[in-house]
Every structure is written in C-alpha cells, then in structure tokens.
C-alpha cells in the first residue's frame, strides 16, 4: 500500500447529492426499492458482515439483471464501492467479501482510511479512487494513495497531478503512472464538477502527451431532477468519440445507486455505488 501525504489547505465541503462520490441521501428510495437502511449504531462485526453481504447479493443481482436486459454480460460492468464517510473496518469486511475498487470524494478522510484498511488487510490487493472534486493543492496528497482519479476537469488539475505523479514516482511514493478519467459536465451545473463536453478532446490530448498519467476514459453524473437515460445517451457519445482518438480510453464510470440500470443500458463500464451497498451515512471521524 503506497504511503500517504499531508494537504496544505483546508478540505473541499462535502458535495451535495448527485456529485460524483456523494451517491444517494439517506432514505432516498432506490430503483427496485433496494437502497437499505442500515442502523446507525455501532454492530459487531459479524452483524455488519452480514448486513454487508446481503446488500452485496442485491446489488449484483441488479446489476446482472441490468446486463441481461441491455445484452451485456455481468463481466463488463465493475462495481465501485464509495465507500466515504464509512469506517475502514467496512472496507475491510467488503474485500473480504471480494470487492477490490473502493471510491472516496474527500483526501483527508481517504488518505486517514487507506492507511487504516492497510493495516486491517495488509495483503489485500484493493484499487482506492478519487471521484469528488479536486484542488489542484490536493494533487501531491492525492496521487500518494489513489491509484485512479475520476474527476479531472482542467488543464490546471491536469498539470498539477502530472507533476504531482512524476514528483511521487522519483521519489518512490508510488510505483506506476496515475490512473485519470475526465469528468464530463452533462448539465453544466456550478459546484459539482466536470468540463463541457467540447472541452474533453483537448483535455484528452494532454493527458496523452505526459507518460505519468494513463487516460482512461470518462465519468459524469446524471444532472439532478434530469432524465438519466437521456444523461448516460449523450455521455456514450462522447465517449464513443474518445475512443476513436484513443482506443484505450475504454472506461465509462456512470451511475450510482438510484440510476445504475439505465447507465448500464447505456454502456457504463463502472458504476459507483454507495448507499445500497453501504446504506445510509455514518458519519466519522477520519
């Protein structure tokens, strides 16, 4: 597990709901009426285990439903589990039950909750996330624990990690280039991150010209109040457009607990699932 950093600045507010890690709100109904609502108290750990595997076995059984009903097969979709404002001790029980992509939206509560896992798993071999908005302060904190980043937006954003990543290479901090996939805009909403869609072939480009960053594809949020299938359409051209400059540029991270079938449907390779795997916030101390 890679070593963590410091930031220099004060944290970036929790997003609002619909942001890229934020998931569903407490007590917002689920497609299927499968979002839970877990306890809030502290359980032992074998409740919480098989409270866990229980919303596991749904929300597969969701998305394999998802896949048969777009033609697609289970094996192409991948399931993030956002994991933020929960205990490493969740992540821990969730890798026990064979998840290996976990998300988080906030550095200093990541970088505290990665080094935790490490110590509860020391051999788990887990991929961590960053999908919430990013300073560009945050960058060389950033790039010490996440092994991808979903929410590049800028060319600023993308310089600072660039350099951020070649700094922690030479120094030994991490041990391959960084994982990015540009944050799409589809609303054009202030505050909750992602560059218009005429603005992704450039940002593309420039991720292409450094070798400390691997373009990855694309991710976005369906707009709030808006029509997802229309959202997770438009995203699909877009990044049908990538590929065809960068054929690498496979991944589509799209859809999260109230929206996942329809951005399977529409060719989502990631989902990003919060609250109906984990159920509703518990709120920690980092």
Known sequence: MSPHGTGDFPEVPAMNEGDPASDDLPGRP?????????????????????ELAESLRKVRERLDRACRAAGRRPDEVELLAVTKTFPA????????????????????EARVKVAEFAALRPDARVRW????????????????????????DSERLVEALRRA??????????????DVLVQVSLDEAEGRGGCRPDEVPKLADMIM???????????????????PDVAFDTLSVISARLRRDH????????????DLESAVAHGS???????ALLGGRRLTSP
């Open 30 to 50: 689920g497609v299927g009426g499968l979002v839970n609502d877990l306890p809030t108290r502290p359980d032992t750990s074998e409740q919480r285990r098989s």
């Open 89 to 108: 001790s969740d992540v821990a029980l969730l890798a026990d039950l064979g998840l290996v992509e976990f998300a988080e939206n906030r550095e200093q």
């Open 129 to 152: 996330h960053m999908v919430g908005q990013l300073q560009r302060n945050k960058a060389r904190a950033v790039v010490r624990w996440a092994d991808v980043v979903e929410s590049v």
């Open 165 to 178: 990543t070649a700094n922690a290479l030479d120094a030994g901090d991490r041990k391959h280039p960084l």
């Open 209 to 227: 010209r450094t070798s400390d960053l691997r373009l990855r594809g694309v991710m976005a949020v369906a707009p709030l109040g808006g029509d």
């Open 247 to 258: 054929p690498e540029a496979v991944d589509v991270s799209a859809g999260m607990s109230g």
């Open 269 to 275: 390779t990631r989902v990003r699932v919060g609250t």
